[in-house]
Every structure is written in structure tokens, then in C-alpha cells.
């Protein structure tokens, strides 16, 4: 359904991803991780239209949208759920709702999914018609993923859905997501919760100072040595690893650790 082919984007004079390329199938759950900083962000604004790539190409269902305007990307299916949650805040629950349909013209179906999403969320049923800014940080989360799905979107791209957090509202937002991806909706997630992400994902990517380092299934990373090292916090037996590599790489590993 998307494909990235050796995507190169600047900030300034500064790069922040380097020749990255990545594919999401349809009816898949495909997320990237990585360190903050990485580039993670960067890849799902480049994809939105929000920034265009110094090189490559990017394509949608066979259609090249490489310099496409953010409007027109909407438009086509593509709906980004951004960090930081982002909602209206002086705008009801119910408005926001209506907020993330506003390019629809189905306007019984609109109020049918509008329903739907109140239903799915109950905790925003019983708060419709509070302003948003009232909202706690988990309610907020699924109130920026319930507008992104009033999109009906053909792929939801998805920035860090349980930053800020709290770990009993976080796995709510990824049981969610758990039922999202069962009902064949396409998904491209970008989060630092490596553990939950890859234990969701049919496919993922590990993105380090802007490039892709390793790729593969969900279930691949999460035994990869690498992977559980760096970003799982699972410490891994070297007893068997090369000197050099346990001394010049795990060494400093362990230092950092140890700090």
C-alpha cells in the first residue's frame, strides 16, 4: 500500500534521515523504532507532506505522492495521528470528533462512525461534551486516534501513541490498536515502547541516527540480540560472542549502564 524508496530529508542544512526505505503492506501493522532523535518523526511528517525529501520517492498505492500537499494526502486516505496528541482544546469531544471528518461528504455515515467512535471509547462518550483541554493525557490520546479514524482513512500513521503514559492507560491505547489491526485497518507506528510495538507489529524496522539498522517481522527483532539489548532493556548472554565485539561494543554498553 506505501512504499519508501531511499528517502533522504533535511532540516536546514541538517539531515535527519539518510536513503530510508520502507514498505507497509495492506492490512498490516508495520511500526519503526528507535532512539528519540532517531528520525522516526521525521519519516511520518515526510510521508503527510508536512516535509519533503531532499531525494527518493514515496509512493501510495502505486501513485507517486513524493511533493504531494498535505490536504491532497489527506484526501487520498493517509492520516496522521502526530505526537504530543494534539487535539483542539477549546473544542467538545464531540467537535473534535467532527473536526477529523471535515473532508468527508458522507454526512450519515459520518454521524453513524461518529456514534461508533463514542461507543469504542466509552470514557469519551461520558465526556462528549467536555472541551478537550480537560481532557487527562490518556483521554486526549484516544480522543487525536478516534478523530484520525473519523477520517476513515485507508492508512492511520500513528507518532508515539503512548508517550507521556500512564503504563495501565497505555496498554488500554494498544489493546486498541491490538482490535484496529484485527479488523484489517493498515497501520504505520512510530513509538519508543519498543517491547509493545514489536509484540504488535507483522513487520518493523530500527531506526538509528536517521538510517534503517535492522528490519523484520515483529516476532524476529524481539530475539534479536541487538534489538533486546538496546532497546528491549533484556540483557543478553555474550559468554559465546566474539572478544573484540564484547569488549569494543558490550563494554560500552555495560559502562553506559552502569552510569
Known sequence: MLKLNSISCFYGKVQAIRDVSIEVPQGSLVSIIGSNGAGKSTILKTISGL???????????????????????????????????????ELTVRENLRMGAYCRSDKNEVRRDEERMLETFPILNQREKQVAATLSGGE????????????????????????????????RVYSFLAELKNRG????????NAMMALELSDYAYVLETGSVSIKGTGS??????????????????VTS????????????QKDATSK
Open 140 to 171: 486526549q490520546q484516544m480522543l487525536a486516534i478516534a478523530r484520525g479514524l473519523m477520517a476513515s482513512p485507508a492508512i492511520l500513521l500513528l507518532d508515539e501513541p503512548s508517550l507521556g503514559l500512564a503504563p495501565v492507560i497505555t496498554e
Open 185 to 192: 485497518t493498515t497501520i504505520l507506528l512510530v513509538e519508543q
Open 51 to 89: 516535509l519533503h525529501p531532499r531525494s527518493g520517492t514515496i509512493h501510495f498505492r502505486e501513485k507517486e505522492i513524493t511533493l504531494t500537499k498535505p490536504e491532497e494526502i489527506v484526501r487520498l486516505g493517509i492520516i496522521h495521528v502526530p505526537e504530543g496528541r494534539l487535539v483542539f482544546p
Open 220 to 237: 524476529e527483532l524481539l530475539s534479536n540480540d541487538d534489538v533486546r539489548n538496546l532497546y528491549l532493556g533484556i540483557k543478553v548472554d
Open 241 to 252: 560472542v566474539n572478544d573484540t565485539i564484547e569488549r569494543d561494543y558490550l563494554g560500552g
